[in-house]
């Protein structure tokens, strides 16, 4: 029985070699295969029941053993959609069920992949190399906070996102002690102030205006504030200018004006309107802030409707400043015109951001990674997918993982430690051939002696 149990125990052990070059030969095979984790292999010593003095080595068999949690390299590509994970997670995916035409259906049976080779198709999904459509959850445009919490099937059609009128604008700047306007004249004091009294109406007069007929005369009197583009509820674009004149020295008192009409129609139409007046002390503004609204705002016959501007406390300040000129630290509004979605990308924290034709960046969705107990124990499948087990354990969907944007996880299987165990691999197996062939000679022996 001993020279038969070796012949059986030198096929077992040819068996599990074979086995373990399969696993080497795949996962050499998929060294180049985005995000593919090899399989290493196990042998497990089978030992016959004999009493302990007469217990044998036994045969041995091969089993699997996966690398579903070892990390891959993480590589850099140059397309916005491409995502790696950096630590323990996986993408949430699905794979269609069937195709009507080009659209696919799907029956929502959830997988699960470390392929992050994702790109829009002509549905807007987002796919990967591998044919598996990404999930996560969507985002609110207007809030940016989740919709929802399990995650769903992502797709970007080209939508397009409505206007937004302008309703506050950010002003930040700081107010020369002495303005250089056109009509300042150092040998002239006073020259560099607004005189209301020669002006048709008050200027100065918080809601006072200056007519078409005094527009000249206001311009060199006063320094320009800056501009900037607003948009009324349809999103048509207006250009608001505007303009400061200091009207006393003492106190420092300034008056903040915006153009409501370049081209007034009659020479009594107001060209400019007082938004408001601020003073300082020591450079600080003591009254004006810290925002003001404008009732119905108009510029060029485009109603903007109320517009609050906003310079806080400390936004605005007057400290000399030899240009003489205004020093605009920050002007932003926060409206915009009507937009399509023109490209989508990931950032690194996992959100897909949709840039639209009218230059606004706004998140669309945020991905969704699911973590295991046992992540070594998922089942796999085709193109780098995994289904859930009993023995992995349910998805978590709170992963501590980072995504890496414009990144690509490589294959976790390396040619060089490969070749070592293919090496290791084949002596194994030609020295269980051998076995076989000294089991077969003594065989041939005992059967001579029978002759």
Do not use: C, H
């Not at 987002?126 to 459509?133: H, I, Q, R, T, W």
């Amino acid at each position: 029985m001993g020279i038969f149990g070796a012949l059986n125990t030198a096929v077992s052990g040819m068996r599990a070699q074979a086995f373990a070059l399969e696993n080497i030969s795949g996962n050499i095979a998929n060294s180049q295969t985005i995000g593919f984790k090899r399989e290493d292999t196990s042998f497990v010593d089978l030992i016959p029941d004999d009493a302990p003095s007469q217990q044998k080595s036994g045969s041995v068999m091969a089993n699997s053993r996966a690398t579903n949690s070892v990390q891959g390299d993480i590589q850099n590509a140059s397309i916005g959609t491409y995502m790696a994970i950096s630590g323990n997670g996986f993408f949430v995916v699905e794979k269609p069920t069937g195709f009507s035409g080009s659209t696919p259906s799907f029956g929502g049976n959830e997988l699960y992949s470390r392929r992050g080779d994702f790109k829009t198709d002509s549905n807007g999904f987002l796919v990967n190399g591998a044919g598996y459509y990404l999930k996560g959850i969507p985002l609110d445009p207007t809030t940016g906070n989740p919709v929802g919490s399990v995650p769903q099937l992502l797709q970007f059609s080209n939508s397009v996102i409505p206007a937004q009128a302008t309703t506050t604008l950010q002003y930040e700047l700081n107010l020369p002690a002495s303005p250089k306007t056109p009509n300042a004249d150092p040998s002239v004091p006073g020259s560099e102030l607004l005189n209301p009294a020669s002006y048709a109406t008050d200027p100065t007069l918080t809601g006072g205006s200056v007519d078409g007929a005094d527009s000249a005369q206001f311009v060199n009197d006063s320094i320009s504030g800056g501009a900037i583009t607003a948009y009324d509820a349809s999103g048509n674009a207006v250009n608001i200018q505007l303009r400061w004149a200091k009207s006393s020295n003492s106190p420092d008192t300034w008056n903040l004006f915006y153009q409501t009409d370049a081209n007034p129609a009659l020479s009594t139409d107001p060209e400019w309107v007082n938004v408001g007046q601020y003073q300082f002390t020591n450079g600080q503004m003591t009254s004006g802030g810290p925002s003001v609204t404008v009732t119905g705002m108009s510029v060029d016959g485009i109603s903007l409707g109320n517009v609050t501007i906003n310079t806080g406390n400390s936004g605005v300040t007057q400290f000399a400043d030899s240009s003489g000129a205004v020093q605009v630290n920050a002007l932003q509004q926060n409206g915009f015109a009507a937009g399509s979605l023109q490209s989508i990308s990931v950032s690194d924290k996992g959100t897909i951001t949709g840039t639209y034709s009218n230059g606004r960046t706004i998140g669309l969705a945020q991905v969704t990674l699911a973590t295991f107990n046992g992540p070594d124990n998922l089942q796999r499948l085709d193109g780098g997918a995994f289904a859930a087990t009993g023995d992995s354990g349910p998805p978590n969907y709170t992963s501590s993982a980072k995504i890496v944007a414009s990144s690509l996880e490589a294959s976790n299987a390396d040619i060089g430690d490969e070749f070592t165990k293919l090496i290791v691999t084949q002596q194994a197996y030609s020295a269980n051939t051998r076995v076989i062939t000294t089991s077969n000679q003594m065989v041939q022996d005992l059967l001579n002696t029978l002759r």
